[in-house]
């Protein structure tokens, strides 16, 4: 059984910075793509990162495109997401989430297994 838990979240400024973990156990991550998810209230979850089994290859949200940085550890089995210039609108629960395969995509249905979620605020 694949567990994975978020961390880092938090009350931060609007411009100001926040640094995602998501820790795994139950699986080596190495050979599998990871993604990152967020669901804002009264929203749908959507899409923000993800990363390839080497971390050669990610794409991102047009959203978030040149202010988060997805990137992996995979010695420590660990999936980060480094959000700079942070907005309101970046408000949401972030989720991590892992694929049965090692290419990355931005499709829920592509992932086996979730987190529970990392809560992030920006107040303005």
């Known amino acids: 059984q694949v567990q994975l838990v978020e961390s880092g979240g938090g009350l931060v400024q609007a411009g100001g910075s926040l640094r995602l973990s998501c820790a795994a156990s139950g699986r080596t991550l190495s050979s599998y793509a990871m993604g990152w998810f967020r669901q804002a209230p009264g929203k749908e979850r959507e899409f923000v990162a993800t990363i390839s089994w080497s971390g050669a290859t990610t794409y991102y949200a047009d959203s978030v495109k040149g202010r988060f940085t997805i990137s992996r550890d995979n010695a420590k089995n660990t999936v980060f997401l480094q959000m700079n210039s942070l907005k309101p609108e970046d408000a949401a629960v972030y989720y991590c989430?892992?694929?049965?395969?090692?290419?990355?995509?931005?499709?829920?249905?592509?992932?086996?297994?979730w987190g529970r979620g990392t809560q992030v605020t920006v107040s303005s």
């Open positions: 989430a892992v694929r049965g395969g090692p290419a990355p995509s931005h499709r829920e249905y592509d992932y086996d297994y």
